[in-house]
């Protein structure tokens, strides 16, 4: 962590997640329940390509939400100057 973003990006994670409810954790496991039905039903080469989706689509989204928040925090900043 060499900026002060990068700390603060590190406490936000660490307090998000005991603050999200139903809205973030239904949704999340009805998805979670969909993927494991949808992977019994797969080949191997099937589920090798699933999976390769789903760590790019991981990758992608944590970068839009790191740099969202780092935008957020730089907006923030110029605001309050």
Do not use: W
Not at 7 to 36: C, H, V
Not at 46 to 73: K, M, V
Request: no cysteine.
């Amino acid at each position: 962590m060499s900026d002060y973003i990068d700390i603060l990006l590190t406490a936000l994670e660490d307090e998000l997640y005991p603050s999200l409810g139903k809205d973030y954790f239904l949704p999340l496991q009805q998805a979670n329940d969909a993927l494991t039905a949808l992977s019994a039903t797969l080949t191997d080469q099937q589920r090798a390509l699933l999976d390769s989706y789903e760590d790019a689509s991981a990758a992608a989204g944590s970068a839009y939400q790191d740099a969202y928040a780092r935008r957020a925090f730089l907006l923030a900043r110029e605001v309050y100057r």
